[in-house]
């Protein structure tokens, strides 16, 4: 039985994970430790000093944006024509 996220949708497929993770170590944003419990394989990741200021300075973007977009003299996107 495959576990579900708190918001009800289903995890990843876990070597999709794999793949991200190994693509987010190479980048150096996380550290990735591989093991076993019991004789299942896991895999534990961690985010790296690099990883945790690239996350706050995402966050921060995100944040800044939600602001504009609350202010009323924001300027709003034009509507693409079609």
Do not use: C, F
């Not at 949708?9 to 170590?25: D, F, I, M, Y």
């Not at 990741?45 to 706050?56: D, E, K, M, Q, Y």
């Not at 995402?58 to 034009?78: F, M, N, W, Y």
């Amino acid at each position: 039985m495959r576990r579900r996220i708190a918001d009800g949708r289903k995890p990843h497929h876990p070597r999709a994970l794999g793949a991200s993770g190994q693509v987010l170590s190479d980048g150096g944003y996380v550290e990735v430790r591989k093991g076993y419990v019991g004789k299942r394989p896991r895999t534990w990741i961690n985010l790296s000093p690099t990883g945790r200021a690239a996350l706050s300075a995402h966050i921060a973007a995100l944040q800044e944006i939600a602001t504009r977009v609350g202010r009323p003299d924001s300027t709003p996107v034009p509507e693409q024509s079609g």
